[in-house]
């Protein structure tokens, strides 16, 4: 992700927490917040944009470190535009990210998904993340419990997560 992405992407994502019932955030993003975030964070290994046929940023992905993981073990965050959405966009951009995070040397990558994100749990296991873990009710602000689902996608280089 490079600075002029993040009008775009910051929008994909607010429109995503807007709708509701997909992502652990809950509050919209400010483009400072943002970007701060996912492209300048100290946390921040990677972000891949992908972009449409007009150039303009359809999805991204984060790649992380997380103080609940393993050293050797990456978090990963994806988003993709709802209107229009850009088939493909997500496959597309977890090769990148599992490359760069192979590259780098880690054995495995996290993935945590609200278990009633449905269209995010199916991405992660088409993507070949196994479940591995869960947090029972973990309260939204509203202090409906959700679970959350941690997944594992490994490296080849033997589960680190």
Partial sequence: MM????ADACRILNDIIA?????????PFSEALFAESYLTGV?????????DDQG????FQWLG????LPEDCADVATFTRRNPPLRGAGRSL????????????FKAINATIRADNAPGLGYYGKMGFEDYSVDYGRPLRDGTPVNRI????????????
Avoid at 3 to 6: F, N
């Fill in 3 to 6: 600075p002029e992405d993040v």
């Fill in 19 to 27: 709708a509701g019932g997909t992502t652990a955030h809950e509050i």
């Fill in 43 to 51: 946390d921040k290994i990677c972000c891949h944009v992908a972009l």
């Fill in 56 to 59: 303009a940023v359809a999805g």
């Fill in 65 to 68: 470190t997380h103080d609940a």
């Fill in 94 to 105: 977890f090769q990148e990210t599992s490359k760069t995070a192979a590259a780098l040397g």
């Fill in 150 to 161: 941690s997944k594992r996608f490994d490296l080849g280089k033997g589960n680190a997560c």
